[in-house]
């Protein structure tokens, strides 16, 4: 079992930055991925940024040049650097831990809300 716990959302002007952080516990040796999506209000989930553990990095296109994934292994931690914030990045952020065997954990997520 793995636990995660987003934290970092909150409500920001346009063009401002958010830092969001995913704390994980439990059974983190076997986490193969780590991924952060959202859920726009009327949306569906998007991934959005992935991180394998051997660093390497993964967005979605409409994200590139704004969002930054990284990891601090001393830390179990991953982190979303959020640049230039749009209103239409507003959504809840999760994050995902999948294992080698398929399995995915998920954290509670963490709401972050763009005024323009």
């Known amino acids: 079992q793995v636990q995660l716990v987003e934290s970092g959302g909150g409500l920001v002007q346009a063009g401002g930055s958010l830092r969001l952080s995913c704390a994980a516990s439990?059974?983190?040796?076997?986490?193969?991925?780590m991924d952060w999506y959202r859920r726009a209000p009327g949306k569906l989930r998007e991934l959005v940024a992935t991180i394998t553990s051997g660093g390497s990095t993964g967005y979605v296109d409409s994200v590139k040049g704004r969002f930054t994934i990284s990891r601090d292994n001393a830390k179990n931690t991953v982190y979303l650097e959020i640049d230039g914030l749009k209103p239409e990045d507003t959504a809840v952020y999760y994050c995902?831990?999948?294992?080698?065997?398929?399995?995915?954990?998920w954290g509670q997520g963490t709401q972050v809300t763009v005024s323009s």
């Open positions: 439990g059974s983190i040796s076997s986490i193969s991925v």
């Open positions: 995902a831990a999948s294992n080698n065997n398929g399995d995915t954990y």
